[in-house]
């Protein structure tokens, strides 16, 4: 059973424009939420995150946005550069235990 | 530099085989993981271990062994490989667990087991 879904495998926008990936989880446990970025052939590398307790965290061109009553959350990139082509897992962890879950990842491509 | 490191990045090897994947990290961390990524799948969590002596299983821990004798070293050790653990590896490490902590990877573990 997945519990972090990321339900688009792909998404391609142009440079300038605003990237909008989703992610969404079952399990109402989950009280923070990550989102990581990964190049080929390099690790994931952690890019924000968002607490239960909040809606809405921001760190410059990355904006995380949080519904809790559908159990969805969403990441903004504005404006996207072709830098940001990676493949983006989101991920969730509960205080109840020290897993953390991610979600299968969504390829983005930024063309020039 | 902080940084996590993985040794071998790449390993071919044979069904059965015991092998060893070494994972080291330089930044004091109480927290660390491992992981498999296969296409399709994403990222899975093999086995944690919240400090020395103390590990617990992930999602897909069947057909693996860790161990934390030491703080720094966490090693992932197949003992008789099977081409179903064909993947890539990741080793992570975070200060804590859970919550805000962000986990730190390594650079991943290329297995082919044949």
């Known amino acids: 059973d997945q519990q972090v879904k990321q339900n688009s495998p792909s998404l391609s926008v142009q440079e300038g424009r605003i990237s909008i990936l989703n992610c969404d989880y079952t399990n109402s446990m989950f009280d923070y939420f990550l989102w990581y970025k990964k190049y080929p052939a390099e690790g994931p590398t952690f890019l924000i995150s968002i607490s239960s307790i909040k809606d809405k965290n921001e760190d410059g061109r990355f904006t995380v946005f949080l519904n809790k009553s559908a159990k969805h959350l969403s990441l903004h990139i504005v404006p996207s550069q072709p830098g940001d082509s990676a493949v983006y897992f989101c991920a969730a962890s509960a205080d109840s235990n020290y897993k953390l879950t991610f979600g299968k990842g969504t390829l983005l491509t930024v063309n020039p | 530099e902080a940084q996590v490191t993985q040794n071998p990045r790449y390993l071919i090897t044979v069904t059965g085989k015991k092998l060893t994947v070494t994972c080291s990290q330089n930044m004091n961390h109480e927290y660390m993981s491992w992981y498999r990524q296969d296409p399709g799948l994403g990222l899975r969590q093999i086995y944690y271990s919240m400090n020395v002596e103390v590990t617990d299983k992930g999602d897909v821990p069947e057909g693996y062994k860790v161990s934390r004798k030491e703080k720094r070293n966490f090693p992932l050790i197949l003992e008789s490989p099977s081409p179903n653990q064909t993947s890539l590896y990741f080793c992570?490490?975070?200060?804590?667990?859970?919550?805000?902590?962000?986990?730190?990877f390594g650079p991943g573990t290329r297995l082919t087991v044949t």
């Open positions: 992570a490490s975070s200060l804590g667990a859970g919550g805000p902590y962000e986990q730190y």
